[in-house]
């Protein structure tokens, strides 16, 4: 692909200063034009529509009237690849893709069948079953085992997760619930880690960092550690090849270092929160997205990223002056 408008445009930028600046740096390194504009529902109040070119306002990704407002966008300000970030974002992306690319526009969004996997939980145990990758067991609410894990099927960002310890602790609320999946109880002696696919237009993996989560505020990671460990050997071949994927792919497993085992939880397709470390250990997915979309390079894998590299977040901000 060669997209002859120069622009990017980042949606809900909210507090995605680094992924902001990568995109700004990559485009200069590449390219030597364009810029990186964003959008939020309140650009003035966030940090990363402090750090760009120029920012929009627009209204929730679920009003009627949010697609004709990034379309307007993307002609006025010569936008060529838009990038979301959350995930009400993508299945209407998707949807009304070739809208934008009447425009010469391209939005960085996987196919609908994928999004509608990795939305619904009951089918991303599929999907991690047909890959070849283990998944928590699934029970049926009359079937329980405990303790078990309580989730919706729609859930992110762990809202509505519960651990039920026993019968007697299940409400009769959550088990008549019907959005409610009833899973397998990883044990603590599995880490959490989350993994970072790119995968080029081709849906062929290019680049794989496996992450370690040490420690998590308010649901994103505030410490982590990269792992060219077993879990990497074990996912690496698995995962090159996943129908419809376009662009980073954010994977969570559950990795038992002693017994090796590697279990699948969740898939988000589309920039996580944690992807900084990805970045800063030689796995700079914005570069590939630039020399992809704007160049026109076919991407070879790139397996040649630091092992152990720790990421140890801390409390920044931005200053503005904010007009009344």
């Known amino acids: 692909m060669l997209l002859n408008r120069p622009n990017i445009l980042v949606l809900s930028a ?4 680094e992924l902001v600046r990568f995109l700004q740096r990559s485009l200069a390194d590449y390219v030597g034009k364009g810029a990186v504009y964003t959008t939020d529902m309140v650009p ?4 990363a529509c402090q750090v760009t070119e120029k920012a929009f306002s627009v209204p929730r990704a679920t009003d009627a009237n949010y697609v004709e407002a990034l379309l307007d966008i993307c002609h006025e300000y010569d936008v060529g690849l838009v990038v979301p970030t959350i995930d009400p974002e993508l299945e209407i992306l998707a949807r009304e893709k070739n809208r934008f690319r009447e ?3 391209e ?3 996987s196919e609908p069948e994928l999004l509608s996997a990795c939305h619904d939980k009951r089918k991303t145990g599929n999907l991690f079953l047909s890959l070849g990758i283990g998944y928590p067991e699934v029970y049926d609410s009359d079937q329980l085992r405990f303790p078990c894990f309580c989730k919706p099927f729609d859930g992110s960002r762990s809202v509505g997760a519960k651990v039920i310890e026993s019968a007697s602790s299940l409400s009769e609320q959550d088990r008549t619930n019907p959005k409610n999946m009833f899973m397998e109880l990883i044990p603590s002696s599995y880490a959490e880690y989350t993994v970072d696919g790119y995968y080029g237009l081709d849906h062929q993996l290019k680049a794989l960092v496996c992450r370690e ?9 505030s410490k982590g550690i990269t792992r060219k460990d077993f879990a990497y050997e074990h996912l690496v071949n ?3 090849s996943v129908p419809g994927a376009v662009g ?3 994977f969570q497993f559950f990795v038992n270092s002693y017994t090796q085992d590697v279990k699948g939880l969740e898939i988000n397709p589309r920039f996580g929160g944690g992807y900084p470390l990805t970045h800063q250990s030689g796995a700079p997915f914005t570069d590939y997205l630039v020399r992809e979309y704007f160049l026109g390079d076919s991407l070879l894998f790139n397996g040649e990223w630091q092992d152990g590299l720790m990421m140890l977040r801390y409390d920044a901000a931005v200053y503005c002056t904010h007009d009344d």
Not at 14 to 17: A, C, E, F
Not at 44 to 47: K, L, N, P, Y
Not at 213 to 221: A, K, T
């Open 44 to 47: 003035e109040t966030s940090a």
């Open 14 to 17: 909210g507090r995605r200063v």
């Open 238 to 240: 698995r995962l090159k």
């Open 107 to 109: 939005p960085v969004v």
């Open 248 to 250: 980073c792919i954010t």
């Open 213 to 221: 989560r040490l420690e998590v505020r308010d649901g994103e990671v």
């Open 103 to 105: 425009m010469g526009v």
